[in-house]
């Protein structure tokens, strides 16, 4: 069905980001990519969905993939996507329009499917996997796991022989994963084959048949699935990946610290455009605590955030310091928020440039230091929409940490990180709550939160904002 010979690939025609892959995927299999952050996962997903070489003019690309009976070299790529459908690993950047009924039709629109069969196609797919709460929706109102899901829907609708899927759960919570899970083994169930690139692997291992362990642009070992789940947790951290089997909560409620500055929110309420996202969030954090904010997808966490940091106005309520109300010009001044969608907050031209903007008076050692204990230091030149997704978010941690500035907020910070990068932001964020900071990290992602949190806040869906989405 998939095979790959003998190739090689590289972006800029100076260092190969692909070196000999030689891969063969039989009809109905499902096949996981694994390994560090920037091993080449993404790039081998653009081979078999035919992005490159159709969108890589200035690529290099040597040897052969053939698909599906095509040479996706030379096939164009509407034909290539009648038989495949890709979940990229920004759901945005697949999206052709503004509401979730257009963008589920989209796709059979174009094929030209009849009125009676797209009706019928669009109620089996709502129903298949549960997204009723998606339909009738403006996408620029939805959070980022409830794109993702939107994303997957969309091809889902298309039902093609081959699923090609980057980072399908990034922002998805635990109950979207196991829904994602069983969807996953009913399309292996009807034959379909699937090769899914993920950091994420404890919900994968019940249903794959093989697993692809890549280092720097090469494949470097095959596993069948019973070898890939019998490695021992000093094999698995040694190869960068994260776990195998799936966490219990485990990070206890610890009181709140003592300390001098303390960040309280006090009966926030907010709307956007009329509608309720939350309504009477009450909670403190001490400074020197680490405190997760989790919750299902679209409850609201990154606009509570959001409008902690005072990117968003507030309806009712109010956000303090040590007892004084901030305005939310103040909040600003005082909080540096990671944003889920990195892309919005990166303006610099170069990375050690986009530290500079946000270091204030940080000396080029401090930058460096910082730079380095990211993996960014050789990344210095290069552009921050050059780099990959994992890359990016870490330039974006970065940047928060020279900040300086007393609120740090981290809205999924681990999304698209490998298990040493996960670490390594753990580990700078239990540094900076050593140094005093009031650090509030929104994720969904449990291996992170039982390794950074001192406790949770759960944020729950309120009546009014389950009448607006539909009772979900």
């Known amino acids: 069905m998939i095979t790959i010979d003998n190739v090689s690939f590289d972006y800029n025609r100076e260092k190969n980001t692909l070196k000999n892959i030689n891969l063969h995927i039989r009809s109905g299999e499902c096949v996981l990519i694994c390994g560090k952050s920037g091993c080449g996962k993404t ?168 697993a692809v362990y890549m280092e720097n ?26 776990t195998l089997r799936a966490n219990d909560f485990q990070v206890n409620d610890f009181p709140m610290l003592s300390s001098q ?57 109010s956000v303090s310091l040590d007892g004084r109300p901030l305005t939310q010009k103040q909040r600003n001044r005082e909080c540096y928020c990671v944003m889920q969608d990195v892309n919005h907050q990166l303006f610099g031209d170069s990375t050690w440039n986009e530290c500079e903007l946000s270091a204030g008076g ?21 552009h921050p929409m ?9 330039l974006a941690i970065a940047c928060g940490v020279l900040s300086g500035k007393k609120i740090l907020v981290f809205d999924e910070p681990t999304s698209g990180l490998d298990y040493d990068h996960m670490l390594a932001v753990a580990g700078m964020i239990q540094k900076l709550a050593k140094r005093k900071h009031i650090i509030l990290v929104v994720t969904h992602d449990i291996e992170f939160l039982n390794c950074v949190c001192d406790r949770t806040i759960a944020l729950t869906f309120n009546e009014l904002q389950q009448k607006d989405n539909g009772g979900n």
């Not at 599906?68 to 329009?97: H, R």
């Not at 947790?233 to 040694?238: P, T, V």
């Not at 940080?362 to 290069?382: G, H, N, Q």
């Not at 990959?388 to 870490?394: A, D, I, M, P």
């Open 261 to 317: 500055n303390v960040l309280t929110v006090k009966n926030l309420c907010c709307e956007i455009k009329g509608r309720p996202v939350f309504d009477q969030v009450n909670f403190h954090v001490s400074s020197g605590e680490i405190v997760g904010i989790k919750g299902s997808n679209g409850v609201g966490k990154s606009t509570l955030v959001r409008c902690i940091c005072g990117l968003t106005k507030e309806k009712n309520g």
């Open 386 to 394: 050059a780099l990959s997704g994992g890359q990016k978010q870490r």
């Open 43 to 210: 790039t081998m997903t653009r081979l078999v969905n035919g992005l490159i070489p159709h969108f890589t003019e200035n690529g290099r690309l040597e040897g052969k993939v053939v698909v599906a009976g095509m040479d996706v070299a030379k096939t164009e790529l509407y034909k290539l996507s009648e038989k495949i459908g890709s979940v990229f690993q920004n759901p945005k950047s697949q999206f052709f329009n503004v509401n979730s009924d257009a963008e589920l039709a989209f796709g059979l629109e174009n094929i030209g499917a009849t009125p009676e069969y797209m009706r019928e196609r669009l109620k089996a797919t709502v129903e298949e996997l549960q997204i009723e709460q998606l339909e009738h929706r403006s996408i620029f109102t939805m959070s980022g796991g409830e794109r993702q899901m939107l994303a997957f829907a969309s091809i889902y609708a298309m039902n093609p022989d081959i699923y090609v899927l980057d980072e399908p759960t990034a922002n998805l919570d635990e109950h979207a994963i196991e829904i994602f899970r069983r969807q996953l083994e009913e399309l292996k169930r009807r034959g379909k084959t699937i090769l899914i690139a993920e950091h994420r692997l404890y919900f994968l291992t019940d249903f794959i048949d093989r």
């Open 362 to 382: 940080c000396r080029e050692t401090e930058i460096k230091a910082v730079l380095r204990s990211f993996d960014l230091l050789e990344y210095i030149d290069t």
């Open 217 to 242: 642009g090469e494949i470097i070992s095959i596993y069948t699935r019973d070898r890939f789940i019998a490695l021992s947790d000093e094999q698995r951290i040694k190869m960068g990946l994260r």
